[in-house]
């Protein structure tokens, strides 16, 4: 791929001349040959620029000569080719800075970003954990997608979520979301109180940030939460796609009892007697629980079909730990797609360990 570039610098240059050598009068190869430092600018380092644009010069005036064509044309010629090559080069400084400026702008994001959404610790309690995110596109490393892990007097409790919006405002919308959810896992006696807790604050915050609020509304998202003992799992979803079970082979979707509205529009939900309880499954030693935002539920291949995890043998089958999951899941989301993404994928996975932790 190196290679190409200066192949196509040097083909057009070398058709240039021929065409300046051996075309009738009054056409001259001189446009291709000034084409080929605009290429090289635009396409190489600036020493080989340089050079490209050197060779051009001497070899149109070289060509000139040979011609016996008088001193006026051939100055003419060699003004032309000087001044696309100042150009060229100065493209090639341009070109360069916007590099480094783009670099450094996605550097600083990624940076930002990883501040707001660290790792998620390797095991938590009973857990082992794992955790991917997946840009839409590799320019855009900040999204609205986020997920959280966080031990609990309570046991370990999780979210996965969705806030509306793409870059800084994300960012910050991602950073008010996990400060709350940190704050509040601590005290909230069940995952049902906690949901309501940042439903109100999302609320608040919405209202103080006056016509333009960082959220733009609200927040879907799962809230999970683990015994100490490992063995109940326990989950409240706030409109986002429901999370999967793999144990033994199996893949199996959880879908809520009771639907509820996203947090920050007000927990009114579908029971007329006051929130619904969390569902509640058993987490049998192995199994792995699996939470996804809408970039693997809603990815769709070139027929225009959406990801379906279900359907999927390679996610039918036993896992080792959770960042083989993590693995797989991102792969098949990969393939499915063709490499094209439309959102941001972000994916955590928990698995029950064999042994319980040792008692400190």
Excluded at 147 to 175: H, L, Y
Excluded at 211 to 230: H, K, N, Q, R
Excluded at 325 to 337: F, H, I, K, P, S
Aim: charged content about 20%; glycine content about 8%.
């Amino acid at each position: 791929m190196v290679k190409v570039p200066w192949m196509l610098a040097a083909l057009v240059l070398v058709v240039g001349l021929l065409l300046d050598r051996f075309a009738p009068q009054p056409y001259t190869g001189l446009p291709l040959v000034a084409a080929a430092p605009l290429i090289a600018g635009a396409t190489l380092s600036f020493r080989s620029a340089l050079a490209v644009v050197c060779v051009t010069c001497v070899v149109s005036v070289l060509v000139d000569l040979e011609r016996g064509r008088p001193a006026t044309p051939l100055v003419v010629d060699l003004a032309v080719v000087s001044v696309i090559g100042v150009l060229a080069l100065t493209i090639n400084r341009l070109i360069a800075r916007q590099g480094r400026d783009l670099a450094l702008a996605r550097d600083v994001a990624e940076g930002v970003q990883r501040a707001v959404l660290p790792e998620p610790p390797r095991m938590v309690g009973p857990l082992a954990v794992a955790a991917g995110y997946t840009a839409a596109q590799a320019e855009a490393r900040i999204g609205g997608d986020f997920f959280a892990v966080q031990e609990t007097p309570f046991g370990v409790r999780m979210i996965i979520g969705d806030v509306r919006g793409k870059g800084i405002a994300a960012v910050a919308a991602v950073s008010i979301a996990i400060g709350i959810f940190r704050h509040e896992a601590e005290s909230a006696p069940t995952l049902v109180t906690l949901g309501q807790r940042m439903d109100e604050a999302v609320n608040k915050d919405t209202a103080r940030s006056g016509p333009v609020p960082a959220m733009e509304g609200f927040i879907t998202a799962v809230l999970a939460e683990v015994s100490p003992d490992g063995e109940t799992l326990s989950l409240v979803n706030h409109g986002h796609p429901p999370p999967y079970l793999i144990h033994d082979g199996q893949l199996v979707r959880l879908d809520p009892a009771v639907p509820q509205l996203p947090l920050g529009l007000g927990l009114g939900d579908l029971t007329p007697d006051g929130p619904a309880p969390a569902d509640v499954v058993r987490l049998p030693p192995g199994a792995s629980l699996l939470l996804v935002t809408d970039g693997v539920t809603e990815a769709r291949d070139r027929r225009g079909t959406f990801y379906d995890p279900l359907a999927s043998e390679r996610m039918r089958r036993q896992f080792s730990d959770p960042d083989a999951v993590v693995d797989a899941l991102t792969e098949d989301v990969g393939r499915w797609t063709e490499g094209k993404r439309d959102d941001d994928m972000a994916i955590l996975v928990v698995t029950r360990r064999h042994r319980p932790p040792p008692i400190a």
